[in-house]
């Protein structure tokens, strides 16, 4: 079981291409959410329009840009340590008369802006998630001497303004890619900075989804995933102006020629509507795994942390889902020591956990951001009371990790092979329920659906043999 959804540093986030010796050379590190990834690599794409190269090391960079996460107060921190050793890099730099640029982009820049100057004096730019279209500009600004700020929620829309994904057609692509659809919430949970540091809803236009749908599926890509903060609050209008939800929009891209997979995350409870449980029914391409957080089993913590259903109401939304599509496995976060969580109310999320059982979680002991109203509440929960929680509640976890694992086991379904495996002659695919597996085969074979079975499980994937 993960206990960290986000990344710490994504090797695939860190783009890197065969370069002409002499061009700059960027390199960015992105911590956090797959919107982050997904911003990382618009950011070099549009970067690379201005002479850039990417590289994948920090060493060779003439640009480094940490691409953070605010979401929880260890990741913040993270950052200026980060930025503590950069400093150093860039004096060594300024002694042998080279160039080297600091840039600060994502959720921490856009929450903590100009203090982020005061704080590290060796940053060069910094840059919020809704104009990274600007960072060209930025960058020459700060070549000319100037210390930049940009975190304005900018009036245009940043998505027409960055490359999209199909300028990227000449670097090399996975056979999976992530699509951002929707971009910030409304919900204000009240532990929660999203709404802060991302801003309200908005949504992608149809026309524009499609678009890069199609040119990531004929730049090779077979599985998507469509990403936003509260995914299925997407909405949309047809060519006709008629309304139009995240299920709507499934089915479309479920038409697209050579497509051979659909996900999405992250959802909302509140925001499972028919359209979207139907399309979890009727569409083959639509895999049956649903990232849906629920955060406490207990409805007065629920209440307090401003979700706006009861525990009730998930157990039934579940069993919806599931009625529509039976194999569907789940996925969960939790948030343990919210402000005023009593034993009680803790047990009361084991026993939603029991009642629901995940194929996957992610859990966290709850962290006091800045700004949100649960920072202000009194009862916060000492930290050892948390850390035991968290060790109980990620125990059950675990266990339904590796039983939902074990439950494979002869079974035969298709995993879509991903890339190489460890070992000459093995790959490593996909299950439709996100675990990886391996299997042997042929290099050119990536890419591909193939119908294994499932002979064997590891610690963290599972072993097939083709059929
Ligand atoms: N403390 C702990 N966990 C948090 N999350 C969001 N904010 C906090 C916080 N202040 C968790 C939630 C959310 C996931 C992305 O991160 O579980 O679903
Ligand atoms: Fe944060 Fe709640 Fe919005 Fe998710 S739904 S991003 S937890 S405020």
Known sequence: MSTEPYLDADPSAQTGAATPTNARKVFIKTYGCQMNVYDSDRMSDALSRDGYVATETMQDADLVLINTCHIREKAAEKVYSQLGRLREMKKARAA????????VTGCVAQAEGEEILRRAPAVDVVIGPQ????????????????????????????????PRAEEARTRSRGVTAFLTVQEGCDKFCTFCVVPYTRGSEVSRPLAQVMEEARNLVSAGVRELTLLGQNVNAWHGKDEAGRELTLGDLLYRLAEIPGLARLRYTTSHPRDMDERLIAAHRDLRLLMPYLHLPVQSGSDRILKAMNRRHTAEDYVALIRRIRAARPDIALSGDFIVGFPGETEEDFEDTLRLIQEVGYAQAFSFKYSIRPGTPGAELEDQVDEDVKSARLERLQALLLRQQQAFNESRIGMEFDILLEKPGRLEGQLIGRSPWLQSVNVTGRADEIGSLVRVRIESTGANSLFGTRI
Not at 96 to 103: A, L
Not at 141 to 158: F, P
Request: net charge negative; proline share 2%.
């Open 131 to 162: 104009t990274y279209h600007r960072l060209p500009e930025a960058l020459k600004r700060a070549k000319a001497g100037e210390r930049v700020v940009d975190t304005e929620y900018a009036l245009e829309d940043k998505f027409s303004h960055l």
């Open 96 to 103: 042998e008369g080279r160039e080297f640029m600091i840039g």
